[in-house]
């Protein structure tokens, strides 16, 4: 056989074993490739232990101040590596327990609304007809509302507390993620293995839970990686104004508040919360660029 020969039948060997992969495989497999995306999910990961580790490590607590050091810019010899904010509490550990509590709003408010979104979104996609319809227009009646009053209005009226956050803003923004995923539902529901399915006896809810959600995923994810840094600037801004989570709790929003109060004087404390919050938030977005395109099935071979 001659090289040229060979070459051409190792190609070929090596096209069909990447044509055999599973979607999710050689979606894995192209996520790699994309420095961008690799660099998002390596940040994150950074992020996710130092905001863990990181109040372990400290001599501090967040709670408590230094009653020597007030205001007190960076430094290694006084043990503040961030400074201090106006009453003497340790900026690093507050940073690193407002990251513990941003992430915590994004992640599970994020689950709040996908739980919701994707299935009434399903439900609403594969029965069709005057069901969608009434669905889909109390889906448009809810947009319609302004998103920050209606978030405000649910913690006025059930409180502040921070597992409420998680519900206030995550019963919101199920809204997105319940037209993206009708939309691929409607796309889905007279595909050939649907049919099969209906076929063998399978009920309208199997069908739902065992075809439709599983073939929506890659969708979903793609989706839930850009929701989180939005739940989390909306958690932001919330404590921005004031109505987010409560002393002696703090997040990332609530220091940037505090910070921007004393710019003039100490202006570590809105820079060190800012620059983790604006990480972070760059990071997810570069890792759900190169989850779409990953999983974008027009891009594989």
Same mark, same amino acid.
């Given at each position: ?101 941003? @992430?915590?709003? /994004?992640?599970?408010?994020? #689950?709040? *609304?996908?739980?919701?979104? =994707?299935?009434? $979104? +399903? ?117 921005? @104004?004031?109505? /987010?989570?409560?002393?002696? #709790?703090? *997040?990332?929003?609530?220091? =940037?508040?505090? $910070? +921007? ?41």
């Amino acid at each position: 056989m001659s090289e040229s020969t060979r070459d051409a039948f190792e190609q070929a060997l090596d096209t069909r074993e990447i044509r055999g992969r599973s979607l999710y495989v050689d979606a894995w497999h192209r996520l790699l490739k994309n420095k961008a995306a690799v660099a998002g999910l390596v940040v994150l990961a950074i992020m996710v232990v130092l905001v863990l580790v990181g109040p372990l490590l400290s001599q501090w607590d967040h709670e408590i101040p230094d009653w020597e050091h007030y205001s007190t810019p960076p430094s290694l010899e006084t043990g503040h590596v961030f400074g201090t904010d106006a009453i003497g509490r340790d900026l690093f550990v507050r940073t690193m327990i407002g990251g513990q509590v941003s @992430l915590l709003v /994004g992640l599970l408010a994020t #689950l709040v *609304s996908l739980v919701i979104g =994707v299935t009434y $979104g +399903a439900v609403a996609g594969y029965l069709g007809g005057r069901a969608d319809n009434v669905m889909m227009r109390f889906v448009d009646a809810v947009y319609a509302m302004p998103f920050m009053f209606f978030v405000i209005l649910l913690m006025v009226v059930f409180g502040r507390n921070i597992f409420l956050i998680f519900i206030a803003i995550g019963a919101i923004n199920w809204l997105d993620m319940a037209r993206i995923v009708r939309g691929q539902t409607l796309s889905l529901k007279n595909k050939d293995f649907v049919e099969a399915a209906r076929a063998c006896g399978a009920t309208e809810a199997q069908i739902i839970r065992r075809h439709i959600i599983p073939n929506l995923l890659g969708v979903v994810i793609v989706y839930v990686t850009l929701t989180i840094p939005q739940v989390i600037l909306v958690e932001s801004f919330l404590s921005f @104004l004031g109505l /987010g989570v409560q002393e002696p #709790l703090t *997040s990332w929003g609530a220091l =940037v508040n505090e $910070g +921007a109060q004393e710019l003039e004087t100490a202006p570590w404390s809105l820079m060190f919360p800012a620059a983790f919050l604006a990480v972070t938030l760059f990071a997810f977005n570069f890792l759900g660029d190169g989850l779409r395109d990953a999983l974008d099935p027009k891009d594989r071979l």
